[in-house]
């Protein structure tokens, strides 16, 4: 898309006002191919011929028209400076929704408008939130860290000290266990798809790695478990195995180059990566070397997964494989044929998304998606395939595929493997159903 307004704005430049069709005017296009070869101009002219193709013989640009092309804009100054930017608009910039259960104060989630986003960075505003009871106010000059235990010194930290130790940033989403878990449910959920799996975000996050602190502090080799909380009175603790701990767990003090948002645990947060989103602690207060977990209620209670027989899984903390388009979504009506791009995201706990399929006939057919460049480990991966829409009835999905060999299940063999009784965990293939008239609805078949 961006490809023709850039070509109609360069042959607008050349031809004075004269209407033009970027996708059928063929004298404009080579009269603007000033001075190339005859081979260039082949080569130029196939390129030119793959585009098309890939975009299709309908493309969204309207034909220039001719008239007054004085902007408004020039007409005046411009707004002045500010000193901390903000969206455009109040109104129709991209929002979190926010869900949350009045009867219990500071409960509940706000999600990342997903489908309203690109790329694959989180704006900071943006990033979804999880609290068990509200944001804390918390002092950075009275902020302090513990580390006790089972350790050779227990260890406090101030933020100024903290900040004197070497620091590393790695690209990472954060996941809630319980996204998406609405489609659990027997009936597909209609809101545009952030608000049904925005509990998922990505930020680069740069902090000290905790393995340097434990070192200082000097733990006993056999304690295999790390007991977290924070700050806010949500009693949140949980317990972590010392492996991943040591292997690459950030105490974060930034968030995409600014220090860490209050609703994101300014100012420091515990971040695991690929790991669910409770044992990212915001607020970060303690941190206890043990032998034996806590056995909290964030342990025990929630955060485990009810299997078929009636037993819990606990201490299942990787995210899983996981795909989704985000554009189009759910409640979208695309108003013409022809072009359209089909853009998502896909993300793993367990290495890299090595490929995305897609398919735009529901399934009896598959095509690989391009993978925005570079794929990170544990990271939201962007993908895109151009798609041209013939007007009839369709059904959009993608599929994932991981470093690890995982690939993504359709809704019915994760139903047929876990069970009904999950409420955590869901990473089912998700479907978008378009009709004749262009409305977009979620699907489960
Ligand atoms: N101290 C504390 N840490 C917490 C929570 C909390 O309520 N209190 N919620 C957890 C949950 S369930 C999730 S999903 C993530 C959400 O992080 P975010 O709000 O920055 O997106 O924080 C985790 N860390
Ligand atoms: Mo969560």
């Not at 109040?90 to 104060?105: C, F, G, L, M, N």
């Not at 201490?315 to 189009?328: A, D, Y």
């Not at 409640?331 to 993300?347: E, Y």
């Not at 998304?353 to 399934?363: C, F, I, K, L």
Request: charged share 20%.
């Amino acid at each position: 898309m961006k490809l023709t307004s850039n070509r109609t704005r360069e042959n607008s430049a050349n031809t004075e006002g004269r209407s033009i069709h970027p996708a059928t005017d063929e004298a404009a296009e080579s009269s603007n191919v000033p001075v190339e070869s005859a081979a260039d101009d082949r080569r130029h002219f196939i390129k030119r011929a793959a585009r098309l193709a890939t975009l299709g013989t309908t493309v969204a640009a309207a034909p220039l028209a001719r008239g007054n092309t004085i902007p408004d804009s020039w007409q005046t100054p411009g707004a002045d400076f500010s000193n901390y930017g903000q969206p455009r608009s109040a109104i129709d910039s991209p929002i979190r929704w926010v869900s949350a259960d009045r009867s219990v104060p500071g409960d509940g989630v706000s999600w990342t408008p997903l489908h309203a986003l690109e790329g694959t960075i989180t704006p900071n505003g943006l990033h979804f939130e999880r609290h068990h009871n509200g944001v804390p106010f918390v002092d950075p000059a009275r902020w302090q860290l513990t580390i006790h235990g089972k350790v050779d010194r227990a260890l406090a930290f101030s933020l100024d000290t903290l900040h004197r130790y070497p620091m590393v940033s790695r690209t990472t989403f954060i996941e809630c266990g319980g996204n998406s878990n609405s489609l659990w449910h027997p009936n597909p959920s209609q809101a545009p798809s952030g608000y049904v799996h925005g509990l998922v975000s990505c930020s680069e996050w740069t902090g000290v790695p905790l393995s340097i602190l434990l070192d200082e502090a000097g733990i006993d080799i056999k304690a295999g478990w790390l007991i977290a909380d924070g700050y806010d009175a949500s009693g949140v603790a949980v317990s972590l195995p010392m492996k991943k701990i040591l292997d690459d767990t950030l105490i974060a003090l930034y968030q995409n180059g600014e220090p860490v948002r209050p609703e994101n645990g300014y100012p420091a947060r515990l971040l695991v990566p690929g790991w669910e989103g409770i044992v990212n602690i915001k607020w970060l207060r303690s941190l206890r070397v043990s032998d034996k977990p806590l056995m909290s209620r964030f342990d025990t209670v929630s955060y485990t997964d009810l299997q078929k027989d009636g037993s819990f899984e606990r201490f299942s903390f990787e995210m899983g494989i996981k795909s989704l388009i985000t554009s189009p979504t759910a409640g979208d009506k695309l108003s013409q044929r022809g072009f359209h791009q089909i853009s998502g995201l896909a993300w793993t706990g367990n290495g890299k998304v090595s490929r995305v399929e897609v398919s735009v006939d529901n399934g009896a057919s598959w095509t690989d998606a391009q993978l925005q460049q570079p794929v990170l480990d544990k990271s939201l991966t962007r993908f895109r395939l151009p798609w041209s829409w013939d007007g009839s009835p369709v059904k959009l999905k993608s599929r994932a595929y991981d470093s690890s060999g995982q690939s993504q299940p359709d809704r019915d063999s994760l139903l047929t493997e876990r069970g009904t009784n999950m409420y955590y965990h869901y990473n089912a293939v998700v479907i978008f159903s378009i009709n004749s008239d262009g409305l977009v609805r979620h699907a489960y078949s």
